[in-house]
């Protein structure tokens, strides 16, 4: 009878490596698919990254395009108001009158 528990003993050990044995293996697989997908996902990340940073350098550059464009625009029509008044050199003459031989 010993002999059979010593072979229930070694056939129980057996399946218990052989089960040790398949987890690690199944781990491994795992920590190798999770690594595959970690680079697919990084990967697919810079990518996004990458257009998103591009489209929003050209966006910036159109935004800026047009705002300076508007200053320009709005900078000549004023020098344009300016250059079109007319001078009041009356009124003028009057107030350095005013100011500089008031008595």
Do not use: P, W
Request: contains cysteine.
């Amino acid at each position: 009878m010993a002999e059979k528990e010593s072979d229930v003993i070694k056939h129980l050990l057996g399946l218990e490596q052989e089960a040790a044995s398949l987890l690690s293996e199944a781990q491994d697989a795992a920590n190798k698919r999770i690594s595959e997908s970690r680079t697919v996902a990084e990967e697919s990340y810079k990518k996004q990254y990458s257009e998103l940073l591009a489209n929003a350098d050209v966006e910036l550059k159109s935004e800026c395009d047009k705002i300076n464009k508007n200053h320009e625009n709005s900078f000549a029509a004023y020098r344009d108001r300016i250059s079109a008044s007319g001078k009041d050199i009356d009124a003028f003459n009057a107030l350095l009158d005013k100011l500089f031989f008031a008595e």
